[in-house]
């Protein structure tokens, strides 16, 4: 029998690799002469650098870096040296997370993520995997790739800066200084939002206020990422604004497509294509997927249902195991997992079950007793 693991992470408690291993422990008392596979997955959100470096024998990185406001931040990376490719979340540079409730939109920069860009160019990198979510910023991308040579002036032929406030500022683009290695560069984008860069289902107006974007300023914002749009396909020839995804991270996707050689695709299929999981399912008959928490949301296109809708192309059977299941999982069985079950085996207070050793064991027990009847019923 051939199983494949390939559960999401169970958020401050068991990586994706570590609740992987913990199963395959479990399958591999019931069923010992299996062929077992683990492969990392995550949604290219939270947790994907992890997912990748602990699971495709990568390595973290760690380099200085421009917070998204003031503060320097030490931002991690992963680092695959053998293919040159380097995992990175923009959340580490400029993200929401490292502001707290200092939320200042005009102010915060992408310009961290660029740097982190620079040092994996530095390192050997030319293949990109980005996770854009989580984002504290809304400056169109500008800082990033004011990081990378790129030059924003306004009228004067002065710089215009490099967060949300100098967007309406920019009159021209100068390209002479950009680091050379960066045509040699592809980044693949993990976005799971469809929204333009501007207008009301823009960047600015959806995901704004979150934040900090108040009504006062944000008709002008949106207004001044118009302007800065305009100036940016003058000088590229390249017009990606109405281009789905374009208004993800506070237009981040927007200079990803229009400056660098970028693909966007849904975080869950980058990821399944990166660790070659279609090819690992082929001649499956059990798959185990899951996440910290089934539930109707997780049939919406989450980890779970998006292994099991590629497993359903091999005829494998489906088993997701979760931390709890909530009302509305029975969804996911119309979505191609066969059953699902929980890991815990009696009452406990949320502590004790998140326990990264209690979660582990609760995962290898919940494993073997579903491959054991997988053994009886084959």
Do not use: W
């Amino acid at each position: 029998m051939k199983v494949v693991i390939a559960i999401d992470s169970l958020k401050g408690s068991l990586s994706s690799m570590e609740a992987g291993r913990a199963i395959e422990r479990g399958v591999r008392k019931a069923l010992p002469q299996a062929e077992i596979l683990v492969k990392p997955v995550a949604d290219g959100g939270e947790g994907t650098t992890e997912a990748f470096v602990e699971g495709m024998g990568g390595e973290p990185v760690q380099t200085k870096v421009h917070g998204p406001l003031e503060t320097p931040v030490t931002a991690e990376y992963g680092l695959l040296r053998e293919s040159g490719t380097a995992i990175m979340e923009m959340a580490a540079a400029a993200g929401i997370i490292l502001i707290g409730k200092d939320k200042r939109p005009l102010d915060a920069t992408t310009y961290g993520v660029g740097e982190m860009i620079r040092d994996a160019i530095g390192r050997g990198c030319r293949d990109f995997i980005v996770g854009i979510g989580g984002s504290a910023t809304n400056d169109g991308g500008i800082g990033m790739l004011a990081a990378l040579g790129y030059e924003f002036l306004d009228e004067k032929g002065e710089p215009a800066g490099i967060s949300a406030s100098a967007l309406g500022k920019v009159a021209s683009i100068r390209m002479d200084k950009v680091i050379p290695e960066l045509k040699d560069c592809h980044f693949r984008v993990a976005c799971d939002v469809n929204n333009p860069l501007c207008g009301e289902t823009g960047a600015t107006y959806i995901f704004g206020p979150q934040k900090g974007v108040t009504e006062d300023i944000k008709e002008q914002l949106d207004q001044d990422m118009a302007s800065f749009a305009k100036v940016a396909v003058a000088a590229t020839g390249r017009d990606c604004t109405l281009t789905a995804g374009a208004g993800a991270a506070g237009g981040l996707g927007y200079a990803f497509l229009t400056f660098l050689n970028t693909d966007l695709q849904p975080g869950i299929e980058l990821v399944m294509n990166a660790v070659e999981m279609d090819r690992a399912l082929e001649g499956a008959d059990l798959v185990f997927t899951g996440e910290g928490r089934l539930d109707q949301q997780t049939a919406m296109g989450k980890v779970p249902v998006g292994i099991a809708k590629m497993a359903k192309k091999h005829g494998a059977k489906v088993v997701a195991l979760a931390g709890s299941i909530a009302p509305g999982a029975e969804a996911c069985n119309e979505n191609g997992i066969d059953a699902f079950f929980p890991i815990l085996r009696g009452v406990c207070t949320l502590d004790e079950a998140m326990d990264p050793g209690t979660a582990a064991q609760n995962m290898e027990n919940t494993a073997e007793q579903v491959a054991r009847l997988a053994a009886a019923l084959s």
